[in-house]
């Protein structure tokens, strides 16, 4: 009797162990996005930041005028700009979900 309850403990105690890994390793970023460095996301950044961000942003394409006027307004409203040159946009939904009148997306 003794040793089932001590069995039991031990794999209580190991799936315990195995839960508080899998949180701890979601929130340092192992196969995800980095839930304690707010360097990405809605409200990331402070207005005056706008202008480097969407400089970066926008300079591998050749529209850059107009990349960077609606990066900059998208920037202003949202304070967010995703990482890289295109793409990544679900990482700010303020910048990924703001459309034109005819649907297609604002923010570059």
């Known amino acids: 009797m003794a040793m089932v309850k001590f069995v039991s403990a031990l794999l209580l ?3 315990a162990i ?12 192992h196969g995800g996005h980095h839930k304690g460095n707010n360097q990405y996301g809605p409200g990331s950044l402070k207005s ?13 394409t050749q529209y850059h ?3 960077m006027f609606f990066c900059q ?3 202003s409203k949202c304070l967010c700009v ?10 700010c939904p303020c ?10 997306p604002k923010c570059p």
Request: glycine letters at 10%.
């Open 13 to 15: 105690s190991l799936l």
């Open 65 to 67: 005028k107009p990349c």
């Open 18 to 29: 195995s839960m508080l890994q899998t949180m701890v390793m979601a929130n340092h970023g």
């Open 48 to 60: 005056y930041q706008c202008p480097s961000q969407c400089t970066r942003r926008c300079s591998k």
């Open 73 to 75: 307004k998208c920037c």
């Open 95 to 104: 910048y990924n979900n703001w459309k034109t009148k005819e649907g297609g």
């Open 82 to 91: 995703p990482p890289g040159f295109y793409g990544n946009k679900a990482v």
